[in-house]
């Protein structure tokens, strides 16, 4: 699969022993500086939802919270909240281009989007570079989340269409709100900091300060635990094919903007309604509510 993506300008079976060979100098060159993983204390933000077991059968059709039961919503932050995607695929591209990744060719951003985008960095780098150690992995990742908030910086970030009016809607009627992101914690503080929407949530929860991030349930459960609510009380917006898988595998209906990924693979990963907007997002919403 990668071989057809990752360049038009080279035949695939040069391109694969190029890419391969890339990976094994690159994984030789990284810096080898000790790391250490830090865990950080924000508003209820440890993971302790159990895992679905083996064999369990989850709905990847649930509906929307029926009237009057909508006591909470799910959102997802990079991609969801922000467009930020734009942004992620020039810090890759740059990235990946030093390290001489693809002979030095810059990755486009369909591959970007096909094999990046709304993933945890620790399964992104390691599928760039098998067999890289756990201290070079977040190394890389460390630089390519560096270089992504030096441009959010620079570009800015503003949030998606309709976003604050259905807070707004949200508020008014006391529906809580939790953020569930795989984003690292400076780059969550990043963008909700620019959003003005930091001290907003009830809860933040951050992938990596769960056992498992997405796409896997854990974040989502733990998420409507924080704020008090069922699942049938609730529902997540997100905007990755990750993202819409963690939230069916919690049994969570979920909303998925099409703002970086197409509609068929949003569809595919089991989305409970597909919408260009957060103004249709509350159209939705406020019909289920019989408003």
Known sequence: MILSILSTASAAGSLGAAVQTTRSRLVG???????????????????????????????????????GKLKGVLFDIDGTLVNSDPLHYLAWRDLLMEKGFNGGRPITEEWFTEHLSGGHNPEAVAFLFPGINDVDNAAIADDKEARFRKLAEKEGLKANEGLMEFIAWLDARGVKQAAVTNAPKLNMIAMLKALGLYDHF???????????????????????????????ECFAVEDSPSGVQAAVAGNIPVIALTVGHPRHRLEAAGATHIVDTFWEVAELVKKSQGE
């Open 29 to 67: 060159r990284v810096s080898s500086a000790s790391l250490q993983h830090r865990k950080h204390s924000i508003r209820q933000l440890h993971c302790r939802a159990a895992a679905p077991a083996a064999g369990t059968k989850v709905a990847t059709m649930v509906q929307l919270p029926a009237k």
């Open 202 to 232: 009830q809860s933040l929860v951050l992938g990596e300060e769960c056992e498992r991030a997405k796409p896997h349930p854990d974040p989502y459960l733990v998420g409507a635990k924080n704020i008090g609510v069922a699942l049938d």
